[in-house]
DNA sequence: TCGCTTTCGCTACGAGTCGTAGCGTAACTG
DNA sequence: CAGTTACGCTACGACTCGTAGCGAAAGCGA
């Protein structure tokens, strides 16, 4: 779902359909979107031009302008549908499922596409706050569902005890999220060394602990 | 210890002194490296120019391109010590050892000049495989040493069990130094959101184990 | 002291990108 | 059909890039 310019951006209207005038070309908004993924694949985010996009999606680049203010908010949105694709398993253990989740979003962090746009929105968000709540609101949060509906299994099975306050249980979302797509995110795009299921088991049972303490059985 | 483009490429030399001609002026080093850091902490990344550093730091363009080819490689000696004054305190216990360690990362981090180089830097590095080699070099290696120590430490106190075999143990450190690196930089740089020493021992609890289940005491 | 070498600051350059404005045309509505 | 909006196209000034050429400055060995 992009989150294209306003047609016209102060006029409440009755909020129904506003329908005046030549309608925007949807054709024209996936052109662009897939002209983005392809670009930013081939030549990276600092190779990435907004005149380059249109070029390629066969597009004026007033129209482009007309839509995404910048190539952040152009690129959020070429990328934020890349990452609706994980989804969380129910394979019986904690353990199996977080590997298959860490295993799905490493092969998404290898792709070319992703690869180049992730850390470089994430680079200009610190920056822009405007720009952190959008990735937020279009990558980060939505994929917490990924943790809550694993813990939520997790306690149906009996392995995690159940909430005590909502809170608390929000913190903890946040806490695992945060350790898990961090940690995969700094292998994958920092170290740069492959995210094997060997790996990913020991960082499993690194997150499930125990620690491998001597008095730990 | 900056690297400089090398006055003459390909000359073996003595590898002695080779003083000849009007040697580079350190000061100019310092000023530039000065400069940049100051310009990353005004502008952020995207705002850094070479012209612009070279104004600030008093020197001609010419001279900032003699040492250093591009923004990248700058910004990566810029940046590398900032880094040099994390320590590994020995407090007696791996849990307070982690957490101190944890607490002057995400001050590190949270200043600007900082939070608006390694991401970018980090961005850049997954297309340019001689700057993530750089980066690894300069930035994230040297930091491993505060897992071994830490890790060196917990072992005298009989927390954690002798390593068994070398590779083992490397493959450990790297697990852990990308938990600890890639989960603060995602709940500072990402979520955007403070580590506070709350959040700091909750994570640290997590990484230490055991999971909160109900027959943990 | 005098050459020799290298770096220095300065200026200027072509190439490329930026984001915007103006134009005439196309598409859709009432 | 008139009104409205999006479209493709062209052109623009401002900016950054990385390089080249210049004369002057700084250190070396003879």
Do not use: C
């Amino acid at each position: 779902m992009p989150a294209p310019q306003p047609p016209v951006p102060e006029s409440p209207e009755t909020a129904a359909t506003r329908a005046k005038g030549r309608p925007r070309s949807a054709a024209a908004d996936r052109a662009i979107l897939d002209a983005t993924r392809e670009a930013l694949a081939e030549l990276g985010w600092g190779g990435l031009t907004m005149g380059h996009v249109a070029t390629r999606a066969g597009v004026a680049k007033t129209t482009l302008y007309r839509r995404w203010p910048s190539k952040n908010e152009l690129v959020v949105d070429a990328v934020a549908s890349l990452f609706d694709e994980l989804v969380m398993p129910d394979l019986g253990s904690l353990q199996a499922d977080i590997e298959a989740v860490v295993a799905q979003f490493a092969a998404l962090l290898a792709r070319p596409e992703s690869q180049a746009a992730l850390l470089a929105l994430f680079a200009e968000g610190t920056r822009d706050r405007q720009l952190r709540r959008r990735i937020r609101e279009a990558i980060v949060d939505p994929q917490k569902r990924l943790v809550r509906q694993g813990r939520t299994a997790a306690q149906a099975r009996g392995e995690l005890a159940p909430d005590l306050d909502e809170a608390t249980a929000r913190e903890e979302v946040d806490i695992i999220f945060d350790t898990i797509a961090g940690t995969v995110e700094h292998r994958v795009l920092v170290s740069g060394e492959p995210v094997t299921p060997e790996w990913t088991r020991r960082f499993t049972v690194l997150l499930l602990g125990p620690f491998p303490v001597p008095s730990a059985g």
